[in-house]
């Protein structure tokens, strides 16, 4: 465990350890606990903490990277990106989280994209 920001990660989860690293890390800083700015461990520092792979973190950085949630910077090293992007970053990581989803559930693209239109559908309707 990582006791600065609180982080677990369970073997027996069903969730891959990076992914267990990447929402845990995605919901502070959605919820508030990181701040823009905020620094996170170095990739090797929070392998270190949880006993992963230095390789496991870094795809967890990385999605959050392509998320938009945080920012990697040669000498400032990985920090919380900037909060004005908060509400795309989200559905972002959302979205690649029912991406993942689908394709572990079997959908092809065109099923995947169908089940999202009929939602968006729902979500219209319940606004």
């Known amino acids: 465990m990582d006791e600065r920001l609180g982080i677990a990660v369970d073997p027996g989860a ?10 845990q890390l995605a919901d502070l800083i959605e919820s508030g606990r990181l701040l823009t ?9 929070l392998a270190g903490d949880l006993g992963l792979a230095a390789n496991t973190v870094a795809r967890a950085y990385k999605e959050l990277e392509a998320a938009g949630l945080v920012q990697t910077r040669s000498r400032a090293g990985t920090v919380v990106a900037s909060s004005a992007h908060s509400a795309e970053a989200t559905v972002s990581a959302l979205a690649a989280a029912f ?9 092809d693209e065109a099923a995947a994209v169908d089940v999202v239109r009929a939602a968006l559908r729902t979500a219209g309707r319940d606004a």
């Open 99 to 107: 991406a993942r989803a689908a394709r572990a559930a079997g959908l």
């Open 14 to 23: 069903s969730e891959p350890p990076f992914e267990q690293v990447r929402a």
């Open 37 to 45: 700015g905020d620094r996170l461990p170095t990739v090797r520092a």
